[in-house]
Nanobody, 125 residues
């Protein structure tokens, strides 16, 4: 059974940092691209960041560029999202996702085959 499990969410003050993790099991994701998305109440799920299987290609949403860093450890089947300088508008449920499709741009939800259950990130002002 393929599973993606997010962890590391929580409550943090504006300006603080959090590190999210996404642990994959059930298959090897080392050749898959992976990504982070988020969904705030009443809003659509939006792209945050993604990373190719090699780690070379790492697109970011403009709203998080320069503040968030995506990385992965293929030996551990784990992906990370280091979030710094957090803002109240970063409050959302954060989801990790994986795709084995070649040629994907990685910024669109429909490109992904596997999804985690999400972890809540709340940034207080």
């Amino acid at each position: 059974q393929v599973q993606l499990v997010e962890s590391g969410g929580g409550l943090v003050q504006a300006g603080g940092s959090l590190r999210l993790s996404c642990a994959a099991s059930g298959r090897t994701f080392s050749s898959d691209a992976m990504g982070w998305f988020r969904q705030a109440p009443g809003k659509e799920r939006e792209f945050v960041a993604a990373i190719s299987w090699s780690g070379v290609y790492t697109p970011y949403a403009d709203s998080v560029k320069g503040r968030f860093t995506i990385s992965r450890d293929n030996a551990r089947n784990t992906m990370y999202l280091q979030m710094t300088s957090l803002k109240p508008e970063d409050t959302a449920v954060y989801y990790c996702a994986a795709t084995s499709r070649g040629g994907a741009i990685l910024t669109r939800t429909y490109e992904y085959d596997y999804w985690g259950q999400g972890t809540q990130v709340t940034v207080s002002s």
